[in-house]
């Protein structure tokens, strides 16, 4: 299991809180169920209690890594298909609209 840890930056500090012990969930972060203005959940870090413990999301380092090896998806200059050789026969969203009545 993950500890617990916090970093300090320029302008908050972040905490990653880890329960000891595995069972229901925490109705409040604090004891007292008094709402603090400089207090606020960051939800895109945000796990559910029966999320997989497996970081598979689009946050995950490994997920770039991943794109990238997934050849012909990627998004840099110069690396747009060439579309030259594309059937040109005519199809039938290319028809014109019948006029409205």
Known sequence: ???SKHFVRDRVVEFFLTKKEVGPYWPHLL???VKYHWLKVD???????DDSDDDMGMD???FEEMMRNMGGLSTGAGDA?????????EDSDDE???DLE
Not at 43 to 49: A, G, Q, T, V, Y
């Open 1 to 3: 299991m993950e500890e």
């Open 31 to 33: 004891k007292e169920k």
């Open 43 to 49: 939800f895109h870090h945000w796990r559910d209690e």
């Open 60 to 62: 995950n380092p490994s």
């Open 81 to 89: 298909p060439d579309l030259k050789d594309l059937d040109e026969d």
């Open 96 to 98: 014109d609209m019948p």
